[in-house]
T-cell receptor, first 114, second 116 residues
Framework: DGGITQSPKYLFRKEGQNVTLSCEQNLNHDAMYWYRQDPGQGLRLIYYSQIVNDFQKGDIAEGYSVSREKKESFPLTVTSAQKNPTAFYLC?????????????FGPGTRLTVL | AQKITQTQPGMFVQEKEAVTLDCTYDTSDPSYGLFWYKQPSSGEMIFLIYQGSYDQQNATEGRYSLNFQKARKSANLVISASQLGDSAMYFCAMRAFSGGYNKLIFGAGTRLAVHP
């Protein structure tokens, strides 16, 4: 079945450590996105990528980094520079980077900093 | 400023009844799109329905319909014949062009509880 997978589902990190969240899609979508969700709030865009080897900062990119070496994969690294990384992270993809096109979401990764 | 407002933090509805979840938006763009997503406790965001700003008719998808009132800048979601499985968070979102790119702006969400 086509879809988006994220791993791990739960992630615990010590302060000062970098961690990488995985996002893979087999929908043959060009565009991929990373969102952050805090309790009681909607989603905020961290980074997005329209095509391989290209990505752009979203609204809250500070303390995060991404890569897009393959069409199917868009990993997100939460660096030690991110001041408050505990949150729920959602990856999404769409056929192309036009929000009128439906975005499909993965199941999410819940990151907790100890 | 482009913004989505959902004023109902939580809603309760009896099974089989209809419920309306409110959403108002603010944008100066003549062309925009409005989305509703459902987020169950598992966390995944599920697309429900889409309304384009130039669409003449209100969007419908099965038990979901979008009550689009352009002059009032509202895009309320109506769920008919509620089911226990409808219990979830519901997010209204708007397509916006901001900061040099297209993006989705989300509201804070409404938690819906369906009672038997």
């Amino acid at each position: 079945d086509g879809g988006i997978t994220q791993s791990p589902k739960y992630l615990f990190r010590k302060e000062g450590q970098n961690v990488t969240l995985s996002c893979e899609q087999n929908l043959n979508h060009d565009a991929m996105y990373w969102y952050r969700q805090d309790p009681g709030q909607g989603l905020r865009l961290i980074y997005y990528s329209q095509i391989v080897n290209d990505f752009q900062k979203g609204d809250i990119a500070e303390g995060y980094s991404v890569s897009r070496e393959k069409k199917e994969s868009f990993p997100l690294t939460v660096t030690s520079a991110q001041k408050n990384p505990t949150a729920f992270y959602l990856c999404a993809s769409s056929i192309r980077q036009e929000p009128v096109v439906e975005q499909f979401f993965g199941p999410g990764t819940r990151l907790t900093v100890l | 400023a482009q913004k989505i407002t959902q004023t109902q933090p939580g809603m309760f509805v009896q099974e089989k009844e209809a419920v309306t979840l409110d959403c108002t938006y603010d944008t100066s763009d003549p062309s925009y799109g409005l989305f509703w997503y459902k987020q169950p406790s598992s966390g995944e965001m599920i697309f429900l329905i889409y309304q384009g700003s130039y669409d003449q008719q209100n969007a419908t998808e099965g038990r979901y319909s979008l009550n689009f009132q352009k002059a009032r800048k509202s895009a309320n979601l109506v769920i008919s014949a509620s089911q226990l499985g409808d219990s979830a968070m519901y997010f209204c979102a708007m397509r916006a062009f901001s900061g040099g790119y297209n993006k989705l702006i989300f509201g804070a969400g409404t938690r819906l509880a369906v009672h038997p």
